[in-house]
């Protein structure tokens, strides 16, 4: 019996092509990164330039997060202009002829700080290691265990908060989920997002995602995972 979520190849096509537009959209967004730039302007830019590029729409609402915001998973963007020496993290995606994106990148805008690089540190290698784990016939639960232990192990197992990934598709949020109670079992074809992140209220956040095609093990998106600093 064929597995549910698995993509055809015309849907993984329309899939690509939105992760290609939010890659195209996510190089507009840094463009336009300066001092003073809001959380709310960025957004925006992203919901025009989406637009513009062909997609239907964004997927979701936007994330677009300065500093101790970045603590908060969800955060609604606002009006708090941006300063040097703060984290980023952006979280969009588009759809494409019905099919979703989902991505998120966090990076420093200057210097950042030794705990801001640290963590930052921890949260790749998770992620790495999450996507290293998405093959066919994994427990969902263990893709979610092998980036979740690395937090673990530096000691932020607190501050990881949410699972480490969901199937996308027509869909932003689909089956299945990869957190510690999934009962799901990965196949060859599904898409699932893998987007570790480390929260600490009133300081910082990092989050990085990926969606990855089960059984390839690339990442949609070409931007790369290491931490990229805008002076
Ligand atoms: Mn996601």
């Known amino acids: 019996m064929q597995n549910d979520h698995v993509k055809s190849a015309e849907e993984l096509a329309l899939m690509r092509r939105a992760a290609a537009v939010t890659d195209d959209v996510y190089d507009h967004l840094l463009s336009c990164v300066r001092e003073g730039v809001t959380e709310k302007e960025l957004a925006d830019e992203v919901l025009k330039k989406t637009r513009e590029l062909g997609a239907e729409d964004i997927s979701f609402d936007t994330i677009v997060a300065f500093g101790e915001s970045g603590a908060e998973p969800h955060h609604v963007p606002t009006d708090k ?32 700080g030794e705990e801001e690089r640290s963590v930052y540190d921890i949260v790749y ?56 109670k999934s009962e799901e079992t990965l196949a060859a074809g599904q898409v699932v997002t893998v987007e570790p992140g480390i929260y600490l209220a009133g300081r910082m956040g990092v989050r990085i995602e990926d969606m990855v095609l089960v059984g390839e093990g690339r990442p949609f998106s070409r931007h790369a995972t290491e931490l990229l600093t805008l002076r």
């Not at 980023?88 to 991505?103: E, I, K, L, N, P």
């Open 81 to 112: 202009p941006l300063e040097r020496g703060m984290l980023v993290t952006v979280d969009m995606g588009a759809v494409v002829g019905g099919f979703c994106s989902d991505f998120t990148r966090t990076f420093a805008f200057g210097d950042v």
């Open 125 to 180: 290698r998770a992620q790495k290691a999450g996507i290293a784990a998405v093959r066919p016939e994994v427990m969902c639960r263990a893709a979610d265990a092998a980036a979740r232990d690395i937090i673990a192990e530096a000691g932020y197992g607190e501050s990881y908060i949410h699972g480490t990934g969901h199937g996308v598709g027509r869909e932003i949020h689909e089956p299945p989920t990869l957190n510690p």
